[in-house]
């Protein structure tokens, strides 16, 4: 069974930062593409940052580039996302998630997923 853990979650104020931590267990995180998904009450999960297996990364919405970067650390098989500048509409719950190789934007070719870390913005 693959699994995949998220941390860091938690309450900030508007302007804080934060780093999610995805870690893998039972399998090797560097043959993957992981993605940061999030999901707002209310609307659709969207994708938020990807890394390839190459180590590329992408940013999906204009509204968290610049103030989010995605990172992996293959030795500790665990990929971060460091959100800084944080603001109320970041508020979501963040799921990691992982496909073969390459990154997408599209939710529905990821196979694994973890179980969510809240993440809430508020003064």
């Known amino acids: 069974q693959l699994q995949l853990v998220e941390s860091g979650g938690g309450l900030v104020q508007p302007g804080g930062s934060l780093r999610l931590s995805c870690t893998a267990s039972t399998f090797t995180f560097n043959l993957y593409a992981v993605a940061w998904f999030r999901q707002a009450p209310g609307k659709e999960r969207e994708g938020v940052s990807c890394?390839?297996?190459?180590?590329?990364?992408?940013v999906y919405p204009d509204s968290v580039k610049d103030r989010f970067t995605i990172s992996r650390d293959n030795a500790k098989n665990t990929v971060y996302l460091q959100m800084n500048s944080l603001k109320p509409e970041d508020t979501a719950v963040y799921y990691c998630?992982?496909?073969?190789?390459?990154?997408?934007?599209?939710?529905?070719?990821?196979?694994?997923w973890g179980q969510g870390t809240q993440v809430t913005v508020s003064s």
């Open positions: 998630a992982v496909r073969a190789n390459y990154c997408s934007g599209y939710a529905g070719s990821y196979y694994y």
């Open positions: 890394i390839a297996r190459s180590g590329d990364s992408t």
